[in-house]
Structures are given as structure tokens and as C-alpha cells.
């Protein structure tokens, strides 16, 4: 997933080793999808990383979303 065509993600090398992270945060992305999977909602996990937003976090959900259907119609 090509994480920087997502406007709420930003990649630096020198930041978290490269890993795709919420604009302007340390918090990378895989914490969103491992909090999820881990059974927490999104209200949660805005809760507990303080500096993301409900809108962020949507964001980057429709972005995974949309990147996996058009991979799976590309097939």
C-alpha cells in the first residue's frame, strides 16, 4: 500500500525508521490497525493517542479501503 498518497500520512526516513505515520505525529499507522484488530473502536484509539482526530483516522481507513478494492478489481 503506497501509504503516501494519503494525505493524513506522512513517511520521513529520519522519523520512526520510515514507518508511514499520522501527519505530523510519531504514531504510525500500524497502531490504528493493530488497536482495531485488538478489538478497540476509533473513539477509542483517538482517545488514547492524543493529536490524531476522528477525521484522520477516517481518512486513512476510506484511503485502505479504496486501495484494497481497486487492487482487488485490478485482479
Known sequence: MNWS???EVW???DR?????CFRQTRIP???LFE???GGATVD????????ITHQQVHAV????????DSERAVR
Do not use: R
Open 5 to 7: 498518497q494519503c494525505a
Open 11 to 13: 513517511i520521513d526516513p
Open 16 to 20: 520512526m525508521s520510515g514507518a508511514p
Open 29 to 31: 499507522i500500524a497502531s
Open 35 to 37: 488497536n482495531l484488530d
Open 44 to 51: 477509542e484509539f483517538v482517545e488514547w493517542f492524543p493529536g
Open 61 to 68: 481507513l476510506a484511503f485502505a479501503i479504496a486501495t484494497v
